[in-house]
């Protein structure tokens, strides 16, 4: 079965420095979405990307978050100055339609540690 | 109000219980309404979707749906130990898809 695979699984980074989470998307999909999830709080959205340009986003998503697709199959999410409430795990989703008609498929995510 | 309120629990019940998880929402533009589960350190996986007010069955699982008083439930018939997980409520209308902040059950052999 096709699925969103996430990279690292784990990362442990100083405050102020730059992350970046990467995601391999399904190959025909083309709508993608960041999501995080702090430790024991809700899946919060992030971010929703299409044909190279940000769909939506959050308040979260500030001007510190970046996202790119640099090379038609993988999907970033950059932090530029990490803080430690930035802590959490982060999910890479996407759809094959807008808003995901049929639900999203989420990657394992990637479980953010700032110290 | 939150756009999507659900109850965290923690939920437990003995096997073969019939579990009743329920989301309400404030936001009259949903139209999609999902259920996804969450395994530990997992990311959610899709149970259940629906469109619209009424009923889908899926094996031991069902969706209800009432769009007149906002409210959403999934029921799991014959509840397992392996049935132990998050549970997320999800839904979305025109732009993308807001969680609720997920239900912690656990099924007790």
């Known amino acids: 079965e096709p699925e969103v695979t996430q990279t690292p699984s784990h990362q442990v980074t100083q405050m102020g420095q730059e992350v970046i989470l990467r995601c391999v998307p399904i190959s025909n999909h083309l709508y993608f979405y960041w999501y995080r999830q702090i430790l024991g709080q809700k899946v919060e959205f992030l971010v929703s990307?299409?044909?190279?340009?940000?769909?939506?986003k959050s308040e979260i998503f500030d001007d510190q978050f970046s996202v790119e697709r640099p090379d038609g199959s993988n999907f970033t999410l950059k932090i530029r100055s990490t803080k430690l409430e930035d802590s959490a795990m982060y999910f890479c989703?996407?759809?094959?339609?807008?808003?995901?008609?049929?639900?999203?498929?989420f990657g394992s995510g990637t479980r953010l540690t700032v110290v | 109000q939150k756009e999507v309120e659900q109850d965290p629990g923690p939920l437990s019940v003995p096997e073969g219980a019939i579990v009743s998880l329920n989301c309400t929402y404030s936001n009259s533009a949903f139209q999609y309404f999902m259920w996804y589960r969450q395994y530990s350190r997992k990311g959610p996986e899709l149970l259940m979707y629906t469109y619209s007010s009424g009923n889908k069955e899926d094996g031991r699982f069902t969706a209800q749906v009432d769009k007149s008083s906002k409210y959403i439930s999934l029921f799991i018939r014959d509840s397992q130990p392996s049935d132990s997980a998050t549970y997320l409520c999800?839904?979305?209308?025109?732009?993308?898809?807001?969680f609720g902040a997920g239900t912690r059950l656990t099924v007790k052999p």
């Open positions: 990307f299409y044909n190279n340009e940000i769909s939506e």
């Open positions: 999800a839904m979305r209308g025109q732009n993308d898809m807001r």
């Open positions: 989703a996407d759809s094959l339609r807008k808003g995901g008609d049929y639900g999203y498929t």
